[in-house]
């Protein structure tokens, strides 16, 4: 198979809190590809916080200008799983999204067109048998796939009114009255940086903010890690485009000991 032909390959997307210590994602990783061979995969991240379905909302929005149009994407973090929420499939003006109805796909319903909106309700989409705690690999797998190899949305079963779906109550990211911006970080990377929830997008002039926290002294907004010294901690504008806090060849979690929760305060200097 030749390049030009695997360019239209279909995409399948994959967030989920599985980790990769298990075979959770390797197995929903088979059914997808026992269905629809020459499906693609991105595993967009597996290390989404067990349960936290705000932190995977997150990771979701500020990830969606990136994600390859027409592909299709899986998002499961789901501690309702076997309860009585449904399982959703979300066709957009550029993607089609699958996931629990439990506030995951917040930000695809907050900033995308929605085409089509179904619970994945037909057996014929779903493995023959289900687990009641796995229905990553039993239902949205074999689903995706099944749209992968050309299956409309509407085949997944009965439509959904997206007004009855689950929302966040708020879009993750922080609040400003103008001369201060309240947020909290909302979780720790693998270097150590702690991601907060305050957008930077309405500062015009970042240099005139300063962070501030319990325990540590304020830290001005900078651009990147070469402004401050080896060990020294800055306040930047990371790459989700939320305020970070950072510890220049260091370990801003072990320094500070701010752990994801904690309130922070972005201020005029």
Known sequence: MNARSRMH?????????????????????????????????????????????????FLLERSLPFLPPHSIVVCVVDPGVGTSRKPVALKTERQTFLAPDNGLLTPVFNSLKIKDCVGITSPDVMLPVQSSTFHGRDIFS?????????LPVSRLGEPVDPASCIQLPACIRGKSDGSAMEGSVLFTDRFGNLVTTIDTAPLEHPEEWRIEAAGLPPLPLVKTYGNVQDGELLAYEGSFGTVEIAARNANASQITGIEPGIPVRLVRK
Do not use: E
Request: net charge negative.
């Open 9 to 57: 390959d279909p995409v399948v997307v994959l967030l989920t809190d599985f980790g990769l210590d298990d075979t959770y994602v390797g197995q929903m990783k088979g059914v997808i590809l026992s269905i629809c061979p020459n499906a693609r995969i991105i595993d967009l991240t597996h290390a989404v916080t067990a349960q936290h379905i705000a932190l995977g909302a």
């Open 142 to 150: 074999p689903a995706a796939a099944h749209l992968a190899r050309g």
